[in-house]
Nanobody, 126 residues
């Protein structure tokens, strides 16, 4: 069992930045893939980015490249999602999730993730 705790969400004006954190309680992310997803009201859950903990390799949807950066801190056992130049359409609940073993090369498949955090709200005002 992996418990994930997200933090860092909040209210920000358009053009601003936020950094979300995802920490795993009781164990490390070693050997896992960690992804960030988001879900806006009335919309399907959407993949944002993922990172392979062991190698640090990162994966993004094309629309997120450049504004969003996923990273990890081995010492703190934490994955971050740095979000810059935020837009109102980025408003959503952001979730981190863990894929405990390699299932496919498509990190956007949310059904391949085994554990999910409770989510953190990000609201971008215009």
């Amino acid at each position: 069992q992996v418990q994930l705790v997200e933090s860092g969400g909040g209210l920000v004006q358009a053009g601003g930045s936020l950094r979300l954190s995802c920490a795993a309680s009781e164990r490390t992310f070693s050997g896992y893939h960690v992804g960030w997803f988001r879900q806006a009201p009335g919309k399907e859950r959407e993949f944002v980015a993922a990172i392979t903990w062991s190698s640090g390799s990162t994966y993004y949807t094309d629309s997120k490249k450049g504004r969003f950066t996923i990273s990890r801190d081995n010492a703190k056992n934490t994955v971050y999602l740095e979000m810059n130049n935020l837009k109102p359409e980025d408003t959503a609940v952001y979730y981190c999730a863990v894929r405990t073993y390699y299932k496919s090369s498509n990190f956007a498949n949310d059904y391949e993730y085994d554990y999910w955090g409770q989510g953190t709200q990000v609201t971008v005002s215009s």
